[in-house]
């Protein structure tokens, strides 16, 4: 059976969609950056995703909209430490930890996070060593080598690109000694993709996988579904993202990664009885 394992946890893939709720403890996120800032009021919505159905929370302390402006390891644990300190024996799914600096993920899995959201699209052997030694799960995601501007970024295709990206990078944790169970993969969409290659690897989640690992989407109110929506405000974006999770969940993606947990949730257990489910038969009607 095919596995996705962290520090105290191990779901099966396959059976159903898990859901990862946003968390964004920064000023300035493309969609809800300062609302969570305060560390009380971002335990609370961290509880009320947990309430909602999320089965994963992810915590990012350092936006990664284009233009941001980095932070330090530093300030990205004065931000994150308060939260998790707090969440500490009230949240009981496994929370990931949205960052690029290997000594914030050793910190924040110490103070308890179980999986590291890694958006540098490089194997950084500083982070694999930590996810080794821990036995964390860790998130690998591609980024792109274009912009989202780029429309001739990947000459042999989107989804060959990074197909390859994924086969490479497994290749290289597997040979530093992580376990296969531990990795799940994410095609990044919206990082360095034109909006035509992001509609294509949503269309063509299902040939982005790799067997054995788990695959992760997120496209949540993101730029390209703006783009097809013609919805400017990010926040304003739920319909639309929940059009493309379906899609991506039509493609047997595990993950979706959302700000909307409740809506996202409902809309998640509705595909899945379509596309996960055998039919029986069943010749109920409605009416």
Known sequence: MNIFCGKGFCLPLGKRTYTMG???VTPDSFSDGGKWIDPDT?????????????????????????????????????????VLERLRGNLHIPVSIDTYFPQVARKTLALGAQIINDVSGIFNEEMAQVIRDSGAGWIVMHTGGGTADTQEAYPEGVVSHVRSFFETMVQKAVH????????????GIGFGKSYEENLTLIRET?????????????????????????????????????????????????????????????????????????AEGDTEADG
């Open 42 to 82: 971002a335990a609370s919505h961290a509880l009320e995703m947990q309430a909602q159905g999320a089965d994963f929370l992810d915590i990012g302390a350092q936006s990664t909209r284009p233009g941001h402006i980095e932070i330090s390891p530093e300030e990205e644990l004065a931000r994150l430490t308060p």
């Open 22 to 24: 946003i968390l964004n």
């Open 176 to 187: 530093f000694g992580i376990s296969e169970h531990a990795l799940c993969l994410d095609p």
């Open 206 to 278: 299902g040939s982005l996988r790799l067997p054995g690992y788990a695959l992760l989407v997120g496209v949540s109110r993101k730029r390209v579904i703006g783009q097809a929506t013609g919805v400017e405000k990010a926040e304003n974006r739920v319909i639309g993202t929940v059009a493309a999770n379906v899609a991506a969940i039509a493609g047997r993606c595990d993950i979706l990664r959302v700000h909307d947990v409740l809506e996202c949730v409902e809309s998640a257990k509705m595909a899945d009885a379509i596309f996960r489910q055998p």
